[in-house]
């Protein structure tokens, strides 16, 4: 059996380095940076003031008390996006309100409620500091600063840091296009009526979540039956990066997606690992395919170690780190095959999110679970305590 590394390392090496593309701001949205922004000029691009008040020179109020209050002509306001267009000059102050140009010959600006004012006059009871509620020009980011670095998933915050840049467009990386189906005559949409032998299909709710989830353009293929060369025509027929299908990759007598796709060139063997043992990957007429598992917790635990890192790949986002927590509750593992836990996370450690162990088929169980805890092959069983590689669901 080939490991989950060694396994990993193939997925990896069939698809492809990032692209990009400029897109505006208005659609970037959760997409990868490519490119660094930068400030295009001073953020601010000029002294504003923090206060709604009156600007004043600092000299003129330096000898102010409540015992003698100095009194100051108000020669004019200052508004954002209105700035007054003349010089403060000694003995005068200019109404000015929050966000509003600091005028020429200003120092300070005294808060309103600070001072006693009428239409014409501003009665000042104490000095200002030299600065006093000014946004100094470039405070926030000097010419060429770096204001969102490449790589960053970008999130509201960064959008408006790059607008005030100045920025209207950004270089990203092109979303994959990640194609799904899911197979088996035996399925049945949710909604629908069960007839015998048959089940609710739930692999396409996950995997249409999950990629949108991790970035990806997606693509559902739709649910296709038990026949090979349906499969084979689907896969064909997908304008992809690449393709995932779910159900038919094992050793039966009716797993259409081995039947269809190893003649095409998909290389179907067991992964040592549980749940997921029974997987496919290859190139169908370039594409490339990774054949998951049928079962849904095989399928979530495949998308976490093989699928997630792959469009990762494509977007150029680094691998999320597994760190080491101790077990709150001990559980048996299988001989031979790493174990993928699905487990609640606690801050004193981690326990199985069922009494069910890593079963592939408990997926209503699923949703109690935060993450994956990863155990070595060669241990049967994890006690209380033992220490293990835990990582919060990526998708």
Partial sequence: MRSAAEHLAQVLALVREPEFEAVPLGEALGRVLADDVRAAGAIPPFDNSA???YAVRGADVATASEAAPVGLAVIGESAAGHPFAGSVAPGAAVRIMTGAPVPAGADAVIPQERVAATATSVLVDAPAPLGAHIRRAGEDAAPGDL????????????????????VSQVLVTRRPRVAFLVTGDELVAPGGALGPGQI??????????ALE??????????TVGDRGADVLAAVRGA????VVTTGGASVGDHDP???????AGVDFRNVAIQPGKPQGLGRVDGIPVVCLPGNPVAVAVCVELFVAPAVRTMLGVP?????????????RCPPGREQVMPVVIASEGVRPATSGGSGSHLVARLAAADGLARVRADADEVRAGDIVAVRRFTA
């Fill in 147 to 166: 204001v969102v670095p490449a790589g960053a998933v970008l999130r509201p915050r960064h959008l408006a840091a790059a607008a005030s840049s100045g």
């Fill in 51 to 53: 206060m709604d008040g």
């Fill in 200 to 209: 609710f299909e739930s692999n396409a709710t996950y995997l249409a979540a």
């Fill in 257 to 263: 997606v081995k039947e269809g796709l190893a003649p």
């Fill in 319 to 331: 691998e999320p780190a597994w760190e080491p927590r101790g077990a709150l509750e001990g559980w």
């Fill in 213 to 222: 989830a991790l970035g990806a353009e997606v693509v559902p293929l739709g």
């Fill in 239 to 242: 304008s992809a990066d690449l």
